[in-house]
């Protein structure tokens, strides 16, 4: 095991940071909007929902990662990896489409919580264990 698992899963998050930046700067651009937002909620929700990714990918993925080298079963690390990127599209699409709440949005953050707290437990258990 040496990570090619996780490494396509951090590639289609790679894919889906780019296309959320890349809306962010195509909307400040057609808004000329250099710095900050301006007081534009539409750019201050489509910067969190970018920023989101940035914040909870990381760790989901360094998880994952010692998952799989420490010998997790590729059908797990794909399941888990797979609960990510729905996970992380789920809240992409919710906030994208209000800054309220959403059934997308709550799923999203809440399967993530849920994924990287799970994934924290497989890595403690198999350091005490394995």
């Not at 930046?21 to 489509?46: E, M």
């Not at 079963?73 to 990127?85: A, K, P």
Request: positive net charge.
């Amino acid at each position: 095991m040496n990570g090619e698992i996780t490494a396509l899963y951090a590639s289609l998050l790679g894919l889906l940071l780019v296309l959320l930046s890349l809306r962010v700067a195509l909307y400040r651009k057609k808004n000329q909007i250099g710095i900050g937002t301006n007081g534009d909620t539409t750019l201050d929700r489509r910067i969190r929902v970018q920023a989101n990714l940035i914040e909870y990918a990381p760790i989901a993925l360094l998880l994952l990662y010692f998952c799989e080298i420490r010998g997790v079963s590729h059908i797990y690390i794909h399941l888990f990896g797979t609960v990510l990127v729905v996970a992380r599209l789920l809240h992409a699409y919710g906030l994208n489409r209000s800054a309220g709440y959403s059934l997308a949005r709550f799923l999203g953050t809440l399967t993530t919580f849920f994924l990287i707290i799970f994934l924290c437990g497989v890595n403690i258990v198999h350091y005490f264990t394995g």
